[in-house]
């Protein structure tokens, strides 16, 4: 890795992690600046001035920052902590997705319920299958992503789908390929771990398909 934070042979840019020393790129790193009154405050679209602080997008990482004072030694002098700091790094994760999916459906990048979703899976043009975490895990199942895993979100619940989309709720969701659907698994990626889901989650209620 370079000074600048770019890998040699033109990577994307990497961060090490106070909690677990790891270096890794930024997209899987929360980024956290420091307001005026020298309170630690996440900055998820890293536009704070001055040097961030970077920890792995893991709720169990953050509360050990915050438990173990490791803000403050990144930061070589005392800062503030909120005991929320956790939960604000999950609510600003989850706005983030939303914003983003709704920009994709906006721009015609995006569908919405399980009919339209089927169609563009058969017909190959879903690069991402999204499900709410609380949707009916007998209707989900009916449904596959289409490239495994790596191209599956099931980390927001139905009322955050349907936000996206323009509706009360929403459980199935599909987005086109784009660089603009990539920015969204990049977001959800993050949320997922701030949730303790890898991609999707077993539905803890059932709700009615949309």
Known sequence: MTRGGKDRDGGDPERKCIVTGDVQPKAGLVRFGLGPDMQVVPDILARLPGRGIYVTADRDAILKASAKGLFSRAAKQPVTVSPMLAD???????????????????????????????????????????????????????????????????????????????????????????????????????????????????????TKNA
């Not at 995006?110 to 169609?119: I, L, M, Q, R, S």
Request: hydrophobic residues 45%.
């Open 88 to 206: 604000e790094v999950e609510a600003q994760l989850a706005r983030r997705v939303v914003e983003l999916i709704s920009l994709c459906r906006k721009a015609g990048l995006a569908v919405v319920g399980f009919e339209k979703v089927k169609d563009w899976l058969a017909k190959g043009q879903a690069g991402i299958l999204i499900q709410a975490s609380d949707g009916s895990e007998r209707g989900k199942t009916r449904l596959h992503a289409p490239g495994g895993q790596e191209t599956f979100i099931g980390c927001l619940t139905a009322w955050e789908l349907g936000l996206a989309f323009g509706r009360e709720h929403a459980i199935h969701g599909a987005l086109a390929a784009g660089g603009l659907t990539t920015r969204v698994v990049e977001e959800a990626s993050r949320l997922a771990g701030m949730r303790k889901q890898l991609g999707g989650t077993v539905a803890s209620k059932d």
